[in-house]
């Protein structure tokens, strides 16, 4: 069903299946919007489920809402939305939309008139709105989802346009290098830039991947974003493992705020579940550094046998570059790599933009 609709939407990609005006411009709205994409998948695992049983009611995607006609939405967006998204990589969350806040254990019927806990507020209202039509019979459930689809389509290509130009703009990759300090301003700029909190884990992670031949140590795969370790089973945002042996040896945990004693305290406790020690737990951290804190840190080798230790995102990545001055270069197009690669949910597309025309700027300067 997914991939008849999904054909339709390709073959009509360049006229909307929508002749409301206001109805279309709701929409593109919510597919347009960078800063939170769960309502996509949420409007399109109602819409499907709507579709294959027409007696269930759309505003009802939770089966703790009373009455025969509630469904799980949740089973549709990870059981037929979720494979079928990465399948042709399509621009909306990778994860279900369910475990964001504003979509997590709700009891009532989907209303216009329910305040949905989320920013931008605008997306929240238009998708009630939206579910609300379905279910007056106002809007066909089959029109709606084919109609995000094309939008998605279209936003997909946009972005792969601005991209190609973007890095096509850059300098030969045979050029010299930016130096040290050059990359080090880029990345400050970068995380300057707004909805940035994943990027310090990019930093860290493109530095290993650069040197991991020369230190015989790796990271591990980076999950996703908005992963809760408990259900990762991770012990830190980036782990770091031996190369021949796959021993755990470091974990590293970036935070966008001060790093306090409660955060120790939480690392100590999930290190203490740990069958295996490991030498070093390091916070990364985007603003000061507390002095009590800091040696609150340092006091706990002794005790537990493991460094830890707060350092600066920026001072870290700048000693890193410094002491492997000739992985510079190497260093910068991992990152770039990871920052492009990564789904728009954690880096959002502006963020990608804003890096490469950063980039295409430092570069031109140089001239």
Known sequence: MLERFYKQAVESVASSFIKDVTILNMVEAICRCNANKAPIRFLMSCLLAKICNSSVDIRKPYTEIEGEDAYSGRFYDETYIEPFIHKYALPCNPTTAYLTPAFRNIDRLLTPDLVLVGRPREVYTNTLLLLDKVHSSLLAPETLLTEILRLLLVIKAEDKQRMEQLLAELK????????????????????????????????????????????????????????????????????????????????????????????????????????????????????????????????????????????????????????????????????????????????????????????????GDRR
């Open 172 to 363: 030969p990759a045979d050029t010299l290098p930016l130096s040290v300090e050059e990359i080090v301003t880029l990345l400050r700029q970068h995380l300057a830039c707004k909805h940035s909190s994943r990027l310090p884990v990019l930093i860290v992670a493109a530095a290993y991947q650069t040197v991991k031949d020369c230190v015989s140590e790796v990271n591990k795969p980076l999950e996703a974003h908005n992963a809760a370790d408990k259900q990762t089973g991770a012990i830190g945002d980036i782990e770091i493992v031996l190369s021949d042996d796959n021993k755990l040896v470091t974990c590293y945990e970036m935070k966008d705020k001060r790093i306090l004693k409660t955060d120790i305290d939480i690392a100590l406790q999930k290190l203490s579940e740990q069958t295996s020690k490991i030498d070093n737990y390091i916070f990364i951290t985007t603003d000061v550094i507390d002095a009590e804190v800091e040696e609150y840190a340092k006091s706990l080798y002794e005790k537990m046998g493991v460094e830890f230790a707060i350092l600066d995102c920026i001072g870290f990545i700048k000693h890193f570059l410094h002491f492997f001055h000739r992985y510079r270069g190497a260093f910068l197009s991992n990152y770039q790599e990871m920052v492009i690669a990564e789904p728009t949910s954690a880096v959002p597309q502006p963020l990608k933009e804003a890096f490469l025309a950063l980039r295409r700027v430092a570069e």
